[in-house]
């Protein structure tokens, strides 16, 4: 259920999911999933819901206080949760080969990865002429850092024939927006690597499942104006369509909505650009940035 109140149309954007408690619990009873950027948002509400299944959970974050707290409240509503978590910043090699090497020890493995951690920047390109850090940043937790998780991890799911379900978006799938060049294009780079890599993995007996998600109510979305008022979904909500995914092994979860953006996206192609290329026009004049 949503965490916050829908409105009329996030009702009718965002319908219920269904969500069944009882066949999630016997799918992952006595699994071991690990999320990754599990202290906020969409990965901790998905923390908190599997706790209630007898999975044992890994959580992966930079924030250790806020992975001790989470893990302190899961063990105290239920005392026989398993809750590991690693304080680790995704952005540097290092840290995620510790990771790695941790993740090895484990007796029984890895049977679902999640992962979800990202990082956005709306910004426009001739604010960001002297900001190479923004692209470098986006890239390296949107891109690298599940990559190099990935790879490391493949052998582990292999053997326990798991799962990897990536946290997308919308937009990937769309035509390009001006102002997102750092974010949209570190996510569509990932989106294509795992839609390559999904026959071999399935092939290897791992399932790729691929969750494209539109606004979804987080800090993430805070430092945009814009999207103060505009319609987004509730991270729980998003937690129970995650975990729907996992028992009923769906490849693909996109809102319903998505298939008519994405026919607009070839069909209106020329138009659309020239719509964005005006709008984008006036911003710019509005500005007068300097040569």
């Known amino acids: 259920m949503p965490d916050h109140k829908y409105s009329l149309i996030e009702h009718f954007l965002f319908p219920p999911t269904f969500f069944s408690e009882k066949k ?29 299944t007898g999975a044992n959970l890994i959580l992966v974050a930079r924030t250790a206080e806020k992975l001790e707290a989470i893990k302190n409240e899961i063990e ?9 978590i690693f304080s680790t910043d995704l952005t540097k090699n290092e840290d995620v080969e510790n990771l790695l090497e941790n993740l090895k020890d484990l007796p029984n493995g890895i049977d679902v990865f999640i992962s979800n951690a990202g990082k956005s920047i709306r910004r426009p390109l001739f604010e960001s002429l002297e900001r190479f850090h923004d692209f470098q940043r986006t890239m390296s937790l949107n891109y690298f850092a599940p990559v190099q998780l990935m790879l490391g991890l493949i052998p582990i799911l292999r053997k326990n024939r798991g799962r990897i379900i990536n946290i997308s978006a919308v937009n990937v799938l769309l035509i390009p927006a001006p102002f997102w060049t750092a974010y949209q294009s570190s996510k569509t780079a990932f989106d294509q690597w795992f839609r390559c890599a999904a026959p071999e993995l399935e092939a290897a007996g791992i399932r790729a499942t691929s969750v494209y998600l539109p606004l979804v109510r987080t800090r993430m979305i805070e430092p945009t104006a814009e999207y103060k008022n505009a319609p987004a979904m509730s991270p729980a909500h998003v937690a129970e369509i ?6 009923t092994r769906r490849k693909i979860f996109k809102p319903w909505w998505l298939i008519f953006g994405q026919i607009g996206s070839t069909i209106f192609r020329r138009p659309a650009e020239f719509f964005m290329n005006s709008w984008t026009k006036k911003k710019f004049d509005k500005k007068s940035p300097k040569d």
Do not use: H, P, Q
């Open 24 to 52: 999630f619990a016997e799918t992952l009873e006595g699994k071991t999933v690990l999320i990754t950027g599990a202290t906020f948002g969409i990965g901790e509400r998905l923390a908190y819901l599997i706790s209630k």
């Open 76 to 84: 105290k509503e239920n005392k026989s949760a398993n809750v590991s």
């Open 242 to 247: 995650i975990g729907k995914s996992i028992y």
